[in-house]
């Protein structure tokens, strides 16, 4: 069965960076693309971007630009997005999704950016 | 950026009841509409993409319908398993934008 298998919890400091992992298996990893979606509560569901697991293309949110970088492994059907330059508000829950439209997702990855 | 308006908010119902819950966006998205479940401390669940196509393994009380800017997620008779929050999300146009949810409790 298709499972996205992401990386435990991270505690971060402002400024710093964090690489979030999320696993495929269960289906050919470069025939769908991962999506990224980040979850707060103030803001609900927001769309990051998404990256084409057989070539590399990226597609991101204007809103994400130059906060979220997607790569993937495609030796371990494995999907990174790298979070950079934390702050507060970057504090959520982050979740991958096979597809451009999310038909599976992780179990998601909170991330809390503290002092 | 297309903005998903998601009624209502907040939607108590009892066991049994024919429920409603509307996505309303800002522009045509020609029917790139999906409707997810999310129960408390899980991932969203896809139930209907492309405004009316029922998900592998989910169960038939739940359908969708919709064109245009309008679209509509309708539960036949509520479950009690059903109490979750539910969000569209468009992909019609890059970013895909969500709804802000509808959080469904059992009257």
């Known amino acids: 069965q298709v499972q996205l298998q992401q990386s435990g919890a991270e505690l971060a400091k402002p400024g710093s960076s964090v690489k979030i992992s999320c696993k495929a298996s269960?289906?050919?990893?470069?025939?769908?693309?991962i999506s990224w979606i980040k979850q707060t509560t103030g803001q609900g569901l927001e769309y990051i971007g998404y990256?084409?697991?057989?070539?590399?293309?990226?597609n991101y949110n204007e809103k994400f630009k130059g906060k979220a970088t997607l790569t993937v492994d495609k030796s371990s059907s494995t999907a990174f997005m790298q979070l950079s330059s934390l702050t507060p508000d970057d504090s959520a829950v982050y979740y991958c999704?096979?597809?451009?439209?999310?038909?599976?997702w992780g179990q998601g990855t909170l991330v809390t950016v503290s002092s | 950026d297309i903005q998903m308006t998601q009624s209502p908010s907040f939607l108590s119902a009892s066991v049994g009841d024919r429920v409603t819950i509307n996505c309303k966006a800002s522009?045509?998205?020609?029917?790139?509409l999906n409707w997810y479940q999310q129960k408390l401390g899980e991932a969203p669940k896809l139930l209907i993409y492309?405004?009316?196509n029922l998900q592998t393994g989910i169960p038939s009380r739940f359908s969708g319908s919709g064109s245009g800017t309008d679209y509509t997620l309708t539960i036949s008779s509520l479950q009690p398993e059903d109490v979750a929050t539910y969000f569209c999300?468009?992909?019609?146009?890059?970013?895909?934008?969500f709804g802000a949810g509808t959080k469904l409790e059992l009257k």
């Open positions: 999300l468009q992909h019609s146009s890059r970013p895909n934008t």
């Open positions: 999704a096979r597809g451009l439209a999310g038909a599976y």
């Open positions: 522009q045509n998205i020609n029917k790139y």
């Open positions: 492309n405004t009316n």
């Open positions: 990256i084409n697991t057989g070539s590399g293309g990226t």
């Open positions: 269960g289906y050919t990893f470069t025939s769908y693309y």
